[in-house]
């Protein structure tokens, strides 16, 4: 959802409204869209009335909603009214909770960190106890979910909820009484200092709150010396394109065009810096890949298109469309595409759904066996309609932003058995378990004593392996073996330890210095080929 935050605009009845809008799209009339509401109520009342089975009206409908948008563009979407609160939650920067981040380990909840200054703090919640209930519901045990425990923890703001936990020190089962809050969700994941002179900051989705955390991320990382910044759009999926252009307008002087939309229906509207930004001259660098989509693709766009930095990583996802949010009388809501937006130099960067939803979903896989992901970005250029950046370098639209310096995927350390490993619940378990063991000694005082102090990495591989079979046990001790797995796995281990200590900022400050997209940038920004590159020497 791009251009605008949500319309809260309640249309009347559920259906019509769709119909008619659709209708709008497609070059109908009001007559023909309302000749085409009561012939679909005609055919779903024989269906009712004569159908073999007995089927509900609503599922009639909604298979007819499905129906409509699959003619459209694969971003339309109805999003269901049980799903729309998480869905905005995501957005909004906040929502109403206990303020804990948990993970379960042998099927039990163990909370990693209890927000400061939150619900849970106040209660007297600590790092490193189980929940065992929350009110009457037990949620503790085999095929407990993450998604039940963030339903069972979320509630009206000012709502009381009893939660019951096992204090690891001890043994012994606490009963708090907890009244929910706000509690923030942040889309500035990390901010630290790389080295001296260079920032990083890493940004997962663009909401409500984006633009007042980088600002405030950014204030700090130049207050520790920061003249350069690498900036972390990775699997960046998107979201409001205010949050995206507010960040653009940091960096670009001079009344300078970040964006702007037009469609149909929509009139032509501009987005330029208009603020004196707090980091007009520093060096730049910006990290995407074939997760990097919609305001990531707006904020790179905008700034490779007037050479204000380097592009690093891989093409982008390639999306190109604005949608706005219609709330529905049925609680529900429909996010509609409206405009489709286009970076200075004038590249819509959408990618071609001619072939249907499927097709455009399944983009990922075609990358990879084109070998695109892997090394050969010479396929990247989908559309070669040129386009020419304030330097006259050239750049091409049609399929995303393409880098100016390429990463490829890591197939030997990024594959999917080292991934499986990494990301295992037996993993996850052995970390955790030293995590517990040794909480109660005395602590890190920062991350750079951690980094340099620890030296546990052995004892969590032993407790790893030691939760496997023994067919399985001797496989990964063979693929761990390999020294490039081996640095890897080790690096991963201290840095998800270093989550439980210092939070993100200690997962990144660990992983990134093995990170190969990060290590080119700072390579590059310290050279003079920064110049050559934005300058097109």
């Given amino acids: 959802m791009d251009a605008h935050r949500r319309g809260r605009w309640i249309v009347w009845p559920f259906l019509l409204p769709m119909v008619l809008m659709v209708g ?5 009339n009001l007559r023909d869209s309302l000749r085409n509401k009561r012939k679909l109520d005609e055919v779903i009342d024989l269906i009712k009335d004569k159908y073999v089975d007995t089927i509900s009206n609503n599922v009639l409908y909604k298979d007819a909603f499905s129906g409509i948008l699959r003619s459209l563009d694969p971003h339309t979407v109805y999003i269901p009214a049980d799903e729309l609160q998480e869905v905005n ?56 979910t993450a998604d039940r425990i963030i339903h069972l923890l979320k509630g009206k703001q000012r709502s009381d909820v ?95 065009l970040i ?58 996802f390639g999306k190109g469309l604005v949608q706005k949010q219609y709330d529905l009388q049925d609680g529900g809501a429909l996010r509609l595409t409206v405009a489709k937006y286009y970076t200075p130099s004038g590249r819509c960067i959408q990618r071609s759904f001619a072939k249907g939803r499927d097709a455009y979903m399944e983009d990922y896989e075609k990358r990879f066996e084109s070998g695109e992901l ?19 370098r050239v750049v091409f639209g049609g399929g995303g932003i393409k880098p100016d310096i390429y990463i490829p995927y890591d197939t030997t350390r990024m594959s999917s058995g080292m991934l499986s490993i990494i990301y295992s619940k037996e993993l996850k378990a052995a970390i955790w378990d030293y995590f517990i063991r040794n909480k109660a000694a005395p602590k890190y005082k920062s991350i750079d004593e951690f980094n340099t102090s620890f030296n546990g990495q052995g004892l969590i591989k032993a407790g790893y392996l030691s939760m496997l079979e023994p067919e399985v046990r001797n496989h990964i001790a063979y693929q761990l073996s390999k020294p490039s797995c081996d640095n890897y796995f080790r690096v991963q281990v201290k840095a998800q330890l270093a989550r439980f200590l210092f939070r993100d900022n200690g997962y990144y400050a660990i992983s990134l210095k093995d990170d190969e997209a990060v290590n080119k940038a700072l390579a590059v920004l310290g050279s003079a080929a920064y110049l050559k590159l934005i300058n097109g020497k």
């Fill in 24 to 28: 709008m799209i497609l070059g109908f």
């Fill in 89 to 144: 939650d995501d957005l909004d920067g906040g929502f109403s909770g206990i303020g804990v981040e948990f993970a379960i380990v042998r099927d039990t909840i163990g909370v990693t960190n209890v927000i400061e200054n939150g619900p849970s703090a106040h209660a007297g919640v600590e790092i490193g106890d189980q929940l065992i209930k929350v009110g009457d519901s037990l949620v503790a045990g085999i095929n407990i």
């Fill in 162 to 256: 009893y939660v019951t936990v096992k204090r690891q020190s001890n043994g012994i089962l606490k009963k708090f009484p907890i009244t929910r809050d706000i509690i923030p969700t942040y889309s500035v994941e990390a901010s630290i200092m790389l080295d001296k002179e260079t920032g990083f900051i890493k940004i997962n989705r663009f909401s409500a709150t984006t633009i007042d955390e980088f600002n405030a991320a950014l204030k700090r990382l130049i207050a520790q010396g920061a003249k350069q910044l690498i900036l972390d759009l990775r699997d960046n999926p998107g979201g409001y394109l205010d949050a995206a252009t507010a960040i653009a307008d940091n960096f670009l002087d001079d009344n300078k």
């Fill in 259 to 316: 964006v702007y939309t037009k469609g149909l229906h929509t009139q032509k509207t501009e987005y330029r810096a208009s603020q004196k930004g707090t980091f007009e001259n520093g060096r730049l660098a910006i990290l995407i890949d074939e997760g990097s989509a919609s305001a990531s693709e707006i904020l790179a766009g905008a700034i490779q298109d007037w050479d204000r930095g380097i592009i690093i990583g891989r093409r982008s």
């Fill in 374 to 392: 892997t090394g050969n970005d010479s396929v990247a250029t989908v559309d070669t309609t040129p386009f020419y950046t304030s330097n006259h």
